[in-house]
């Protein structure tokens, strides 16, 4: 399965960058990309080292280890090694008195050992405009997605009812989810953007685990293993007849990820108000997606949906209790949290080949959380689904 970014890829994504810093930032002249999506992005690689991007003049990664490595599978064409900033200090030249980075991602360390060798005095972030040329997906990207989606949609449709028993734990559902979803190509590993973060599932649980806090963004609960480890699920949680099983989980493919959520409920239904509210999700989900057209905000589509649901509706709408996430679904493609959200303040018009994942879900008292999450290209007719198009509140058992 393993292949390298093509070359035109490459090329296309560096031109979209430079116009898009020359747009944000009009006396730019030299950027340091330090976070490893990114360089995977511009590059086709994730090593130790940085790409460096002058205004004038030709992007030179830099990489400390391994070199060998980045020039057997990147089509970049300029990789150089070396053993410290210092030598790409004297490959580069004078350094200007600003240098714009990936202020969200940088420690503080690493950014002092790099001024050692390139002694700006002002920082400024090149985060907004990256974000904003991963935010749409060319045809290459598009397709991996949609490999990750083929898998999710599977695993999670097809797979998760048989595997659920009576007497298992969380944390054997979410060994066994993960376990499958690998050997049918997932590529290991959820990425988020927030402090690199990478997890090997997402958040599942039975019951009113789901509802459990979390330091998490978004409105699902997961108990987890452990205080020291809240992944995976509780190994002492056991599924139970007339639970409510909640297994929200991303999917990768070549480093591009799918967001996906389904709820299964196990030897019984759940009660009526939990139906209804879960359905109505479903129906805020293809609300929502029939307003992924280019041309339109992420906020507009934000307050035309939440203005048209009842006042009864929006308690514990997109969590619980007092711990709402404050969006309707995120961008998402090598992070699984990225750029544009459906969310207030996100004002710049979509534009075809953006990919959301919609998760409207609420959370109900003596249930847990229901609701429903796929993901979605932007296309001129409305929201195309990637990663399946099941309902949720599969009855099993």
Request: aromatic share 8%; net charge negative; charged share 25%.
């Amino acid at each position: 399965m393993e292949q390298r970014t093509p070359a035109a890829e490459l090329r296309d994504r560096m031109e979209r960058f430079r116009s898009r810093m020359d747009r944000d930032n009009p006396s730019w002249e030299f950027a340091a990309i330090f976070g490893r999506a990114n360089q995977f992005y511009f590059t086709g690689t994730m090593q130790d080292g940085v790409l460096l991007v002058p205004r004038s003049g030709e992007a030179v990664l830099w990489v400390r280890r391994s070199c060998e490595r980045a020039l057997d599978e990147s089509l970049f064409p300029d990789i150089r090694p070396m053993k410290s900033f210092r030598d790409a200090a004297a490959g580069m030249g004078a350094c200007p008195e600003t240098v714009h980075l990936e202020t969200e991602v940088v420690p503080l360390a690493l950014l002092e050992r790099f001024r050692k060798y390139f002694p700006f005095r002002e920082t400024g972030s090149l985060d907004a405009p990256a974000a904003a040329v991963r935010a749409k997906k060319s045809t290459y990207e598009l397709s991996l997605m949609e490999q990750a989606g083929k898998i999710h949609r599977h695993v999670l449709e097809d797979v998760v009812p048989a595997m659920l028993r009576e007497g298992m734990s969380e944390a054997e559902l979410g060994g066994e989810v993960f376990a499958r979803m690998v050997r049918e190509g997932h590529h290991g590993i959820a990425r988020f953007g927030r402090f690199g973060t990478e997890m090997i599932l997402g958040q599942l649980g039975f019951g009113e685990n789901s509802l459990y806090p979390t330091c998490f963004d978004g409105p699902g609960g997961c108990r987890g293993a452990a205080p020291g480890a809240p992944v995976l699920g509780s190994h002492d949680r056991q599924l139970r007849t007339g639970d409510l099983v909640f297994v929200d989980c991303a999917c990768g493919v070549q480093g591009y990820h799918t967001d996906k959520t389904v709820t299964y409920t196990f030897g019984r239904p759940v009660p009526e108000e939990a139906a209804e509210a879960h359905y109505r999700c479903v129906e805020v989900q293809d609300e929502t997606a029939s307003l992924l057209r280019p041309g339109v905000m992420p906020s507009e589509i934000y307050e035309t949906i939440l203005g048209g649901l009842e006042p009864a509706f929006l308690e514990n709408f997109m969590g619980y209790g007092d711990r709402r996430a404050q969006f309707l679904g995120h961008g998402i493609g090598l992070a699984v949290d990225e750029a544009p959200a459906i969310a207030r303040g996100f004002d710049e018009p979509l534009e075809e080949g953006m990919v959301f994942a919609l998760e409207p879900k609420k959370g109900v008292r003596g249930v847990g959380m229901v609701g429903i999450e796929n993901t979605f290209v932007v296309t001129r007719g409305g929201g195309r689904c990637i990663t399946g198009k099941n309902a949720g509140l599969v009855p099993v058992g």
